[in-house]
Every structure is written in structure tokens, then in C-alpha cells.
């Protein structure tokens, strides 16, 4: 029950970290088109245009593995923190332990989840420098024809 409540929070957006020349960077943007000479994403609850030849770096965020990381580490460490509060506690402190032992080991297991999951894959950052327009459209095209992760 529980990874089938984490893959259901993995469908989302492709959301982008992108660096653009000049030393820029559009920390968290989601792809909405690609055209000839730019792509549309919103960024900040904007809707914004970046032409291809500024793009010399791209990098797909793994919000939805980190969601999912989070849910798996958070119930794995709860299951874990409860057993050891019950066998590591004495018969008339037991609640209290399982509890309190718990709670402790799956807000542990949720953050390592999530940093686990979220951690870029190798490869995953795409350098586009020296690639032509046309390239660098193709390769967006590829990134919104993925599953979403």
C-alpha cells in the first residue's frame, strides 16, 4: 500500500535546473514547449521564453523520486523505530518507547529517502555548449516525450 501511494506521487511535471550563459541559472523551471529557437517554461509562477543559443546546460529534477524516497524512508523507518521501541522496552514504558522510538527512526528514514532518491544519476546533467539550436531542441523534445519521473 504504501509504494503504491509513493508511485502515485511520482507522476508530476518535468521540472529543470538550466544554466544559461553568463553564468545564470533557472534553479526549478517546468517545460511546457519547445519551438524552433526557444523553449517555454514557467519559472516563479512565470511564464517565460529562453532562446536555445543562452541553454548550455540541463538537468531534470528528480522532485517525484525524492517524494517517493521520502514516503518509502519515512514508513520503512517508522516499521523499524516501532520494532526496536517494543523489543528495547521495558513491559510498563512500552507505549511510550514504541512511540516516541518510532516517530524518531521515520523522520530519519524520510529525510535519507529523499536525499537518496534525489541525488543526480551519472550523465544526468546534459551539457548543450557548442551544440547547435536544432540539437538543443531535439534534446528537449526527448525530455518532454519521457515518462514522467
Not at 518535468?14 to 553568463?22: E, M, V
Not at 507505549?95 to 524520510?110: D, F, K, V
Request: avoid cysteine; hydrophobic fraction near 45%.
Amino acid at each position: 500500500m504504501i509504494l503504491v501511494a509513493a508511485q502515485f506521487l511520482v507522476a508530476q511535471e518535468h521540472h529543470l535546473w538550466i544554466g544559461l550563459s553568463g553564468n545564470r541559472v533557472i534553479l526549478d523551471a517546468v517545460l511546457r514547449s519547445v519551438q524552433d529557437e526557444s523553449v517555454t517554461v514557467v519559472s516563479d509562477g512565470r511564464v517565460v521564453d529562453i532562446s536555445l543559443r543562452e541553454i548550455e546546460q540541463v538537468r531534470v529534477i528528480r522532485g517525484g523520486l525524492m517524494m517517493r524516497g521520502a514516503v518509502v524512508g519515512a514508513s520503512t523507518g517508522f516499521a523499524v523505530g516501532g520494532l526496536v521501541g517494543f523489543l528495547g522496552a521495558p513491559r510498563d514504558d512500552r507505549n511510550t518507547r514504541i512511540a516516541t522510538t518510532a516517530l524518531a527512526a521515520g523522520i530519519i528514514g524520510g529525510i535519507i529517502g529523499s536525499v537518496i532518491e534525489s541525488m543526480p544519476d551519472e550523465g544526468e546533467i546534459l551539457d548543450l555548449r557548442g551544440k547547435t539550436a536544432a540539437a538543443k531542441k531535439e534534446t528537449f523534445g526527448e525530455i518532454l516525450r519521457r515518462p514522467k519521473e
